[in-house]
């Protein structure tokens, strides 16, 4: 059973600019979230998407947004990028919602903004 | 988001020795505590988890001990290996909110 697939692994950007993530969750899986990760603030929640639904949002500005398409498949997008979105984003996914039940990360994405 | 803290920040063990890790939750609510081990350059792998329900949970090597009245929890790591060498973070979440995280421990074990 093939795991978590996030596109692409590394990323450079410039600020200003705009990036999209991608994630594949694991087949049958619903549920598919996303965290920062950083050295200083370790992994912060940023959004959870089911049934194509945003049912939880962490704390962070209106420049991060997502989406989940009827296949389950997330994208997270991140707009006038700044220097301090630099950072490995992780995307996990999970059967049902993420509340009590296994959730499986992804190898994670590395943007880095320049 | 209510916390979950973590100690110690890193921890350097001998070969064959037992690693501690401990964590803190706030939220009485939680329900669900699991841990995550990471490499470099890769992402969390789930662990072991364990509920509220029961005191201890072995698998392998792997022990959670948790302790409710205290909220707090522990991952000891037996007969510690030089592979043991990763990040290990705890979490915790209830319901349908997100997970939780401690800031993550880094542990070097040398033979």
């Known amino acids: 059973k093939a795991g978590v697939t996030q596109t692409p692994r590394y990323l450079i950007k410039t600020r200003g600019q705009q990036v999209t993530l991608s994630c594949s969750p694991i087949?049958?899986?619903?549920?598919v979230s996303w965290y920062q990760q950083t050295p200083g603030q370790g992994l912060q929640f940023l959004f959870e998407y089911f049934s194509e639904t945003q049912r939880n949002k962490g704390n962070f500005p209106g420049r991060f947004s997502g989406r989940q398409f009827s296949n389950s498949r997330s994208e997270m997008n991140v707009s006038t990028l700044e220097l301090g979105d630099s950072a490995l984003y992780l995307c996990a996914s999970s059967l049902g919602r993420t509340g009590g039940t296994e959730a499986f990360f992804g190898q994670g994405t590395r943007l880095t903004v320049v | 988001q209510q916390q979950v803290k973590q100690s110690p920040q890193s921890l350097i063990v001998q070969k064959g020795g037992i690693s501690i890790i401990n964590c803190a939750y706030e939220n009485t609510a939680f329900d669900y505590f699991p841990w995550y081990q990471q490499f470099p350059g890769k992402g969390p792998a789930l662990l072991i988890a364990i509920r509220p329900d029961v005191s201890e949970k072995k698998e392998g090597r792997f022990t959670i001990s948790f302790n409710k009245s205290a909220k707090q929890f522990s991952l000891h790591i037996m007969d510690s290996q030089p592979g043991d060498s990763a990040t290990y973070f705890c979490a915790g979440n209830s319901g349908n909110t997100p997970l939780v995280f401690g800031k993550g421990t880094r542990l070097s074990v040398i033979a």
């Open positions: 087949s049958g899986h619903r549920s």
